[in-house]
């Protein structure tokens, strides 16, 4: 077993844990997970590789050093391209079936291992231990859905115009994928990125978020017991310094196919530019600015419990967390109150490992501070407070509910990433909409209503890739996750998640005689 003992100082939790009993103040937090599981090296080819320097992952609760990493540069990247490369002419000849088999162990073992694998996450990321476990729980799923579509790639046979010719459309894996994810779904974005990649007959050079490298060491671990090959997946951890560097190699190498990306649209674009250079096939799962509209017509139950869920899901850290609340006068009064009272209720500050944390801290002291900007900037604009609004110590920010929001304020312009409610009074359907869809980017839509008419019109006219209807949790591996505007290109997941990884040939089968 791993032991790692980490200490909290007492002034920091007594600012930080007002709701958690005292006893619980005098606790050191422990990470504690099989050995195997806490990997600190890349992963290439098949073998476990240090690289010259390391740096430090932080209990983002704490900021207790976890782990020093293999600090990964533009030479342990490139050899993880080679690598990958090198096994895709093998792979890609792999059957599905067998391909389909791989993918299913490397499930089977995710699912045997979610507990630690769930602690990694929390101590990575601050992510509340149960819902480290349902992250598990998603990341796993999307092995065992694209085990399943590995065997579901079928081409086309084409009705020819010339009696002589046969035309076939083959769909054939694209190649090496360089996937770059995100520290908020440490595990999950790689699962559902990799399980299509591989499904696909790809290859995949992984560079995980440099805050949570240890939950993608934790799956590089699983996927060599599971039998995957040498070189299929390949992780190269690197600190925020050697970020540019392997991603310039990752994007811009002429052995790389494509490219996908889960994370902000600014270096969403970045990317895109690096890529272009030698015209890579990219997905790009960018920012969103979800709009959640309650109608006059909504069930406030119904309403209240999803604006709980789609809100303070990791702390507000995700990119389909509710961002800007339109509620309409008629129940205005009504779900400030009701969304209040659950608030005060159901959430709990805390380190991630005690059972009765609801929210953790958020990933770093930048994050906090965007938040709390976010907050004075609309209080000084004549927002109230009604719940929070405190900045705390570390990366902590209270859950914030603020009313008298106006379209003009931070909140309302750019994604929180954070616990923040901010409510906008509307008096009609189209001012919501209107409102909703007056952005740049899309990404999911969530919405309120038990009209049907309504709910037809609304659903078709928000600029969004996923609209929640009645509903605050959208997030399943059958779904196609994606958006439009500047959120993204492509989907992930679903029956549509595979053919991103794929290409059309198109074959010309002449001279045949009738
Ligand atoms: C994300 O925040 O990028 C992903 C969230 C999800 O898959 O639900």
């Known amino acids: ?77 490139k050899q993880a391209v080679d690598a990958a490369y090198r096994a895709f002419h093998t792979w890609k000849r792999v059957t599905a079936k ?33 819902e480290s476990l349902g992250e598990m729980v998603y990341s796993a799923s999307f092995l065992e859905w694209f085990s399943e579509e590995a065997r579901r790639v079928y081409g086309d046979i084409v009705p020819s115009p010339a009696t002589d010719r046969k035309i076939l459309l083959l769909k054939q894996p694209v190649g090496v994928a360089s996937i770059i994810t995100p520290w908020n779904f440490p595990s999950a974005m790689i699962t559902r990125k990799v399980a299509a990649a591989l499904a696909a007959g790809c290859t995949v050079v992984v560079k995980p978020a440099e ?16 039998g995957i090959p040498p070189g299929v997946f390949n992780v190269v951890p690197c600190s925020r310094a050697q970020t540019p560097s392997v991603g310039e190699v990752l994007c811009s190498d002429p052995l790389v196919a494509k490219i996908s990306f889960t994370g902000s649209t600014a270096t969403g674009k970045v990317l895109l ?19 959640f509209i309650v109608f006059d ?28 609340f339109l509620v309409q006068s008629g129940v205005h009064d009504l779900f400030v109150d009701r969304l209040s009272k659950a608030m005060g209720a159901e959430l709990r500050l805390g380190h991630g490992s005690e059972a009765a944390t609801t929210q953790g801290p958020l ?26 609004g405190r900045r705390l110590d570390g990366s902590f920010v209270e859950p914030t509910l603020l009313t008298q929001v106006t379209p003009s304020m931070l909140c309302m312009k750019e994604e929180t990433f954070g616990p923040l409610v901010p409510i906008l009074r509307f ?12 952005c740049d980017v899309g990404l999911a839509g969530y919405f309120f209503s038990q009209d049907p008419s309504q709910i037809w019109r609304v659903a078709e006219a928000l600029e969004v890739g996923m609209v929640g209807v ?20 492509g989907v992930e997941g679903s029956k549509y998640g595979i053919h991103e990884y794929l290409q059309h040939k198109y074959m010309c089968f002449g001279g045949l005689k009738a």
């Open 1 to 77: 077993m791993f032991l790692q003992s980490v200490p909290r100082t007492a002034r920091l939790l007594r600012l930080l844990l007002p709701a958690l009993p005292a006893a619980a103040m005098h606790r050191s937090y422990t990470l504690d997970v099989a050995a195997p599981l806490l990997r600190t090296q890349a992963f290439i080819d098949g073998r476990w590789v240090s690289a010259e320097s390391h740096f430090p992952v932080l209990d983002p609760a704490t900021g207790s050093e976890l782990a020093r990493v293999s600090d990964c540069g533009p030479a342990e990247a």
């Open 98 to 130: 067998e391909r389909s088999h791989l993918l299913r162990k490397w499930f089977d073992l995710l699912t045997e291992h979610k507990e630690d694998l769930a602690k990694l996450i929390t101590f990575e990321a601050g992510k509340p231990l149960r």
């Open 211 to 226: 805050d949570t490298p240890l939950s993608a060491l934790a799956l590089a671990e699983l996927s060599q017991q599971a």
């Open 273 to 291: 530019k690096m890529a272009a250079s030698t015209v890579k096939k990219a997905s790009m799962e960018l920012g969103g600015h979800a709009p």
């Open 297 to 324: 017509s909504a069930d406030m139950d119904v309403a209240v419990a999803a604006a709980m869920n789609s809100k303070f899901r990791n702390s507000g850290q995700t990119c389909v967390c509710s961002n800007r």
């Open 363 to 388: 990933i770093n002291s930048r994050a906090a501070d965007k938040v709390a900007l976010q907050i004075s900037e609309a209080v000084s604009q004549g927002a109230r407070v009604v719940r929070g």
């Open 427 to 438: 008096d009609s359907e189209d001012e919501a909409v209107a409102i909703a869809n007056a």
């Open 470 to 489: 009645n509903e605050g949790l959208l997030s399943t591996p059958e779904g196609a996750f994606g958006g439009v505007k500047q959120s993204g290109l």
